[in-house]
């Protein structure tokens, strides 16, 4: 994937796999046109759904997961192409002018031998329009810890996103007070743990609404809720859409 033109898409799809590493030295526009990655970067792990994109920093190493087929059109710049106001990694909600001119993009591929100044102010305009939303709130992550308990805590956490789960639970399996657990989350997440234990919720629920044959009553107890009506609520607070509405804007 590499190619001399200051700008240019990349348009795949591809099966799903395991975690792979990877490091690009231009900066990276990942959009999920169809399909849901999870990546790990920086210190945080983000899922991006479809009609999301990862802005991705030049020399910033990733761990892209694929765990069912994907189509992504991508958009690589050169660092000296445009002027990145990223400091770091960065999912960005896409209205709809912003997705369809990535997919227009498409024309100027890795292979491309023209690029003329309508592609050079076409590319510069995406980039423009990704820097305005950069500042917009993205709840799509969680964080990766940095100390021995809390990356134990949030790992016990995740597996364990169906069962009603305590912070009490927590401290025992890291044989770590509450009080001092609590203190940890706040200073290397800047979030409690029960908020945290939302996010994952709701994470894991965008996940499996990729799944059309996954029955709505499964993926609620899959993400800790017991009552229907409970997760509905939960995740229109999170999302600001009905999981119903959710699937039907992004995955059907």
Wanted: hydrophobic fraction near 40%.
């Amino acid at each position: 994937m590499h190619s001399e033109l200051p700008a240019y898409c990349f348009n795949s799809s591809f099966p799903a796999c395991p975690a792979k590493k990877m490091q690009f030295d231009r900066h990276y526009l990942l959009y999920s046109a169809k399909g849901v990655l999870r990546i790990e970067a920086e210190d945080r792990y983000w899922l991006l759904p479809p009609s999301r994109a990862l802005w991705i920093p030049a020399d910033t190493a990733i761990e892209i997961e694929i765990s069912h087929p994907v189509q992504c059109c991508s958009i690589l710049f050169a660092k000296d192409f445009i002027n990145s106001n990223f400091s770091r990694c960065q999912v960005l909600a896409l209205p709809n002018v912003v997705k369809e001119m990535i997919l227009h993009s498409r024309k100027w591929g890795p292979d491309c031998t023209e690029f003329d100044d309508y592609a050079k102010h076409f590319f510069q305009s995406i980039a423009h329009l990704c820097a305005e939303l950069k500042d917009l709130p993205s709840e799509l992550w969680i964080p990766k810890g940095q100390s021995k308990r809390i990356k134990q805590a949030l790992q016990y956490t995740q597996k364990n996103l169906s069962q009603p789960i305590t912070f009490t639970d927590i401290a025992q399996h890291t044989a770590t007070t509450e009080r001092s657990l609590a203190r940890a989350f706040k200073t290397e997440t800047d979030m409690t743990w029960s908020q945290l234990l939302r996010h994952m919720r709701m994470i894991h629920a965008i996940e499996l609404l990729s799944n059309l044959d996954v029955q709505m009553i499964t993926i609620s107890l899959e993400a800790g809720y017991h009552s229907l009506s409970s997760f509905n609520r939960a995740f229109k607070e999170f999302t600001s859409l009905t999981p119903r509405e959710f699937r039907s804007e992004y995955y059907l």
